[in-house]
């Protein structure tokens, strides 16, 4: 079975520009959750999306935004950017039933912007 | 104060050592878990606990939930070992991760 996927792997913007990143889940893997890594925060969670429905966000501002496709890939879209951005952007998926909460991890989206 | 805390954050070891890391968390969790992340950013789930322990190889995971306390060991490290580990913590209703800090370890040969 195939892994998480995301694209692009790394990505070079300029502060003010916007992005666009891609999750695609393990297939039957109906949930897909969105982190950001820096080395001042750690991992910080950004929101889930499950059944094209937004079920949780974290504390970051409204730039920071998703969706969720009906085949269940993601896509997260940062507007506006600014230098404090740059960070390792992670989505990870999982099944979602009551009792599974394993999740599984993509290579992550390397973002810089300078 | 971080919902959840690691510690060491550092750990330096020579190679055949017994490692052990430890997770505190003060939120409630449906499950907590343990993580390893390469140079390079790709991270790879290694536990899921919700009570007891679990063996995977030269790794075993605990957990006291009462103690709200979690420890990751490694038996015979070994240089691949070197990694950063993350343990973080599954909460419930809001079924989001909530992550530790890290602990960054070296394994020397």
């Known amino acids: 079975k195939a892994g998480v996927t995301q694209t692009p792997r790394y990505l070079i913007k300029t502060r003010g520009q916007q992005v666009t990143l891609s999750c695609s889940p393990i297939?039957?893997?109906?949930?897909v959750s969105w982190y950001q890594q820096t080395p001042g925060q750690g991992l910080q969670f950004l929101f889930e999306?499950?059944?094209?429905?937004?079920?949780n966000k974290g504390n970051f501002p409204g730039r920071f935004s998703g969706r969720q496709f009906s085949n269940s890939r993601s896509e997260m879209n940062v507007s506006t950017l600014e230098l404090g951005d740059s960070a390792l952007y992670l989505c990870?998926?999982?099944?979602?039933?009551?009792?599974?909460?394993?999740?599984?991890f993509g290579p992550g989206t390397r973002l810089t912007v300078t | 104060k971080n919902e959840v805390e690691q510690s060491p954050q550092n750990l330096t070891a020579q190679e055949g050592e017994f490692i052990t890391i430890n997770c505190s968390y003060s939120?409630?969790?449906?499950?907590l878990h343990w993580l390893q992340q390469h140079p390079g950013g790709g991270i790879v789930s290694l536990f899921m606990?919700?009570?007891g322990k679990k063996k995977h190889g030269r790794l075993i995971a605990t957990i006291n939930i009462q103690e709200k306390h979690s420890s990751l060991h490694i038996t015979a490290s070994h240089p691949r070992d070197s990694a950063v580990y993350i343990c973080?913590?599954?909460?419930?209703?809001?079924?989001?991760?909530?992550f530790g800090q890290g602990t960054r370890l070296t394994i020397n040969p």
């Open positions: 990870a998926s999982r099944r979602d039933t009551q009792t599974s909460y394993e999740q599984y």
């Open positions: 297939s039957g893997h109906r949930s």
């Open positions: 999306y499950f059944s094209e429905t937004q079920r």
């Open positions: 939120v409630g969790i449906s499950a």
């Open positions: 606990l919700s009570s």
């Open positions: 973080a913590a599954h909460t419930p209703g809001a079924q989001k991760l909530v």
